[in-house]
């Protein structure tokens, strides 16, 4: 029999724990007790410093993905937690998986999703990450991708959005080495701690602006992206926002 689910972890007490540079975690899928995690480094993805490949800007230019923005929340999170070849468990328990869709619905979780067409005429879920907003600090949470670059291409997604918006921290939790190749660093857990300090308070403007100025070529006159034409395609706005940085 599996244990009955406890009660999600209150909005409240979940920012305070990012405020205060750490996370809950769970060792397997069925467990209802969550640990609090406070790494000794960091990883931390460079706003400016993020690297993209000539054929990941291919696959942003040509639009192989369309990417939304908290379009399918629940959906992400769950498919993080499915077991993969090299990580058969997950940390993400069911109580996790309702913490954050409340933490969602109360405007502090984000999920960027990538979609295909399937066979069936249908969109697809192929890829997508998600992640806790406070302030102008993004914590991304996990990442996954059914479909080859679209894990990369929401991540491309959440760094445009991001630097649009007036985010200054885009902490990644713990380093790895697909992190690694896209421009991740490791700072010590005091130097986070001293720049969520510093990226208090609000954002120019939403994510969800920032997200129509990039897939509607509307522009909004806000953040660090420098004006796309309504004529190109939000692939093409993307990875121009993006040029500087690679």
């Not at 992400?76 to 969602?104: F, Q």
């Not at 990538?114 to 914590?139: I, T």
Request: hydrophobic share 40%.
């Amino acid at each position: 029999m599996h244990a009955p689910l406890r009660p999600p972890i209150p909005v409240e007490t979940l920012l305070l724990a990012y405020r205060s540079g750490i996370f809950p975690m769970a060792d397997r899928r069925e467990d209802t007790e969550v640990f609090w995690v406070e790494p000794r480094e960091r990883a931390i993805l460079p706003l400016d410093g993020l690297h993209i490949s000539k054929s990941l800007r291919k696959v942003l230019r040509t639009d192989r993905f369309t990417v939304t923005l908290d379009r399918a929340f629940e959906q992400v999170v769950r498919a993080c937690a499915e077991p993969r070849p090299d990580h058969p468990e997950t940390w993400i328990s069911e109580r996790i998986v309702h913490s954050y869709i409340g933490l969602h619905r109360a405007g502090h979780a984000h999920s960027v999703e990538c979609w295909v067409e399937g066979a069936s005429g249908q969109s697809e879920l192929a890829g997508g990450l998600y992640g806790v907003s406070f302030d102008r600090v993004f914590c991304g949470e996990s990442m996954f991708s059914r479909a080859p670059n679209a894990s990369k291409v929401a991540l491309a997604w959440l760094v445009a959005l991001l630097r649009q918006a007036g985010f200054a921290l885009l902490d990644c939790q713990f380093m790895t080495e697909h992190l690694r190749t896209m421009g991740a660093t490791e700072i010590p857990q005091r130097d986070y701690r001293r720049r969520v300090d510093l990226a208090h308070g609000r954002p120019a403007t939403s994510l969800g602006t920032a997200w129509r100025y990039f897939s509607e070529g509307t522009d909004y006159g806000v953040g660090e992206a420098e004006g796309p034409t309504a004529a190109s395609s939000p692939g093409q706005r993307i990875a121009q926002s993006l040029t500087h940085t690679s």
